[in-house]
Nanobody
């Protein structure tokens, strides 16, 4: 079992930054990947960024160059540094862990999810 707890969300102005954190506990070493997903009201959940077991990362085109995913293995914490925030980044952000398979781009493959943290970007 893996437990995930996000923090760091908030309300900011466009152009500002936020750093999201996801504290993980439990059997985290078996994860193929961990990721950040987001869901805006009335929209489907979408992948934002993924970090694979080997440390490689990938980003959605909408956030590439502005967001950075990282992890501190010593603290079992996943981060998402979000710079140059835009109103369209407004959403509930979720941290997730996948210990099932290498299908890391598919949300349903993730078997552990946090409760989410709200990010609101005002224009």
């Amino acid at each position: 079992q893996v437990q995930l707890v996000e923090s760091g969300g908030g309300s900011v102005q466009a152009g500002e930054s936020l750093r999201l954190s996801c504290a993980a506990s439990g059997q985290t070493s078996s994860n193929y990947c961990m990721g950040w997903f987001r869901q805006a009201p009335g929209k489907e959940r979408e992948f934002v960024s993924i970090i694979f077991r080997d440390g490689s990362t990938t980003y959605a085109s909408s956030v590439k160059g502005r967001f950075t995913i990282s992890q501190d293995n010593g603290k079992n914490t996943l981060y998402l540094q979000m710079n140059s925030l835009k109103p369209e980044d407004t959403a509930m952000y979720y941290c997730a862990a996948n210990s099932r398979s290498w299908s890391c781009y598919s949300g349903p493959q993730y078997n552990y999810w946090g409760q989410g943290t709200q990010v609101t970007v005002n224009s």
